[in-house]
């Protein structure tokens, strides 16, 4: 069975919780579409952290990632509503969302938001 966008997040036991490191996660092939315009906008996310308890499982990232692509949201309200729903599904002692978006109408964004 095909696999289908989903936004929830599914968190899995840290497998060393006493240790301090960092979790980096990267991916070129995020997209959204323009609540303005209703053209798609694409993005390269970048998510690291410092897990706490848990780590979000990989496969669980990419279906929320991908439910984003038929929803309208402005690039830094899409940031901020990652970080918030990775953040509330692993609780990690620090975490940080990049998005670098692909140029539009000439410019280039690039959003940082970071918890705590």
């Given at each position: 069975?095909?696999?289908r966008?989903?936004?929830?997040?599914?968190?899995?036991?840290?497998?060393?919780?006493?240790?301090?490191?960092?979790?980096?996660?990267?991916?070129?092939?995020?997209?959204?579409?323009?609540?303005?315009?209703?053209?798609?906008?694409?993005?390269?996310?970048?998510?690291?952290?410092?897990?706490?308890?848990?780590?979000?499982?990989?496969?669980?990232?990419?279906?929320?990632?991908?439910?984003?692509?038929?929803?309208?949201?402005?690039h830094?309200?899409?940031?901020?509503?990652?970080?918030?729903?990775?953040?509330?599904a692993?609780?990690?002692?620090?975490?940080?969302?990049?998005?670098?978006?692909?140029?539009?109408?000439?410019?280039?964004?690039?959003?940082?938001?970071?918890?705590?």
């Amino acid at each position: 069975m095909p696999s289908r966008p989903s936004k929830e997040l599914q968190a899995i036991p840290n497998p060393h919780p006493g240790r301090r490191y960092e979790v980096r996660c990267d991916t070129p092939e995020f997209t959204c579409i323009c609540p303005m315009t209703g053209q798609p906008d694409f993005a390269t996310v970048t998510v690291s952290y410092f897990p706490g308890e848990f780590i979000v499982e990989l496969k669980s990232l990419k279906l929320y990632l991908w439910s984003y692509r038929d929803e309208g949201a402005f690039h830094e309200d899409v940031t901020n509503r990652i970080l918030d729903d990775l953040v509330g599904a692993i609780a990690p002692n620090q975490m940080t969302v990049i998005t670098d978006w692909l140029v539009r109408g000439g410019i280039h964004t690039v959003v940082e938001a970071s918890h705590p």
